[in-house]
């Protein structure tokens, strides 16, 4: 195998899509209002099933043998170069899909380039905040005295929220900018106000009105990047596709695609002896994730298109060939789980890594 790293650059605002849209139609024409609102807000990343949509697109679009005029053209050599068909949760043994020569994906993160040329990649911090591992506290739940080993005494007050920052493991920085110009935001808000759609029928009219917020990178002080690891078949030279623009979200948002060979290029985050944090959304069932004895955590919904080589001869995403999965809960990046002991943990981390299919696109990565 061979392993790139990938950076993707945007070109201009982005927007990555989840379960809320301006305008759900079912191939009957029925109108679902369950998933439309007249507020869409991006999510700040792309989905890991996105990134893989897009690798798979490249590799596909860069073989003139398989595809053409944006169709497949050899099923055969398609599957070979690709794989069968989308991301799909193996519910029964859990176990890797087939992707043709893509063997796996790791999670996305940040790159930062600062103004002296000086890069860092950039985690999902811890949810904690300013805690520390020095020593144990007591903590209450139900009534009764635990113990969440590893924190200071220092009060942890759930209702005041969870802070969400990122880290490159000695600087942090808030996600989006705020009104302090002191404090750095890694994003900035793009607001589209106005659009002539009704949110009740999804037709075009005068006196309708929706509001779209999609996100740009805040360089003013720092380049912001996307980046993430692929391991590929030795065959399949990814370099060759560098330079070349590709499309992400259900808005087609573009990006410039960097493409270098054999780069580290994992993040750096604060050790912990007693504990896991997730480094990218995670999927347990509630009794794997019981086994810690505390966590700080939360749940983000999870849904992705899929499709099959055989049923499929057009990627676009209005074209009919794709259907939507069941929803999921992942575990959110920066969720730290606590263990009483050790077994404990190494059990915890069993049941992670026994998500081969989710781990193998970049999702269930932990320290």
């Keep these: 195998m061979s392993k790139y790293q990938i950076t993707l650059t945007p070109v201009d605002k982005f927007f990555f899509g989840g379960d809320m849209t301006f305008k759900v139609q079912s191939q009957d024409n029925s109108f679902n209002e369950q998933f439309s609102s007249y507020i869409i807000q991006s999510s700040m990343y792309p989905q890991q099933t996105s990134l893989l949509g897009m690798l798979r697109f490249l590799i596909l679009r860069n073989n003139k ?43 996305v993160r940040l790159l930062r380039k600062g103004g002296e040329g000086n890069a860092a990649y950039l985690e999902f911090a811890p949810l904690f905040g300013e805690l520390d591992f020095t020593k144990a506290s007591i903590g209450t739940y139900n009534m009764k005295d635990m113990c969440i080993p590893g924190l200071t005494d220092k009060e942890y007050k759930a209702k005041e929220g969870i802070s969400v920052k990122l880290t490159d493991g000695k600087n942090s920085y808030d996600f989006k900018q705020g009104e302090d110009p002191q404090k750095e935001g890694v994003f900035i808000e793009d607001r589209r106000i106005g659009i002539d759609r009704n949110i009740k029928t999804g037709k075009v009219e005068d006196s309708a009105l929706f509001k779209q917020i999609s996100y740009r990178f805040n360089n003013k002080h720092a380049s912001y990047c996307f980046v993430f690891d692929a391991e590929v078949d030795d065959s399949l030279n990814l370099e060759e596709y560098r330079g070349q623009l590709v499309s992400i979200g259900g808005d087609n948002s573009q990006f410039v695609i960097g493409i270098s060979k054999n780069d580290d290029s994992k993040g750096s985050i604060v050790s912990m002896n007693n504990a896991i944090c997730l480094l990218s959304p995670t999927f347990l069932t509630r009794a794997e994730a019981q086994t810690a004895k505390f966590a700080i955590t939360r749940l983000m919904p999870f849904r992705f298109l899929k499709s099959e080589m055989d049923k499929v001869k057009s990627y676009h ?45 970049g999702y269930n990565e932990y320290k």
Excluded at 333 to 359: D, H, L
């Design 317 to 361: 995403i209005l074209s009919g060939n794709l259907t939507r999965s069941n929803r999921y809960e992942l575990y959110a990046p920066g969720s730290v789980f606590y263990f009483e002991n050790e077994e404990q943990k190494q059990k915890f981390i069993s049941a992670i890594e026994s998500k081969k299919e989710f781990r193998q696109i």
């Design 65 to 107: 043998d398989a595809f053409k005029d944006g169709q497949i053209i050899d099923k055969d050599k398609a599957k070979a170069l690709i794989g069968g068909r989308s991301f799909t949760v193996n519910e029964g043994d859990h176990g890797e899909n087939q992707f043709g020569l893509i063997m796996g994906l790791s999670h």
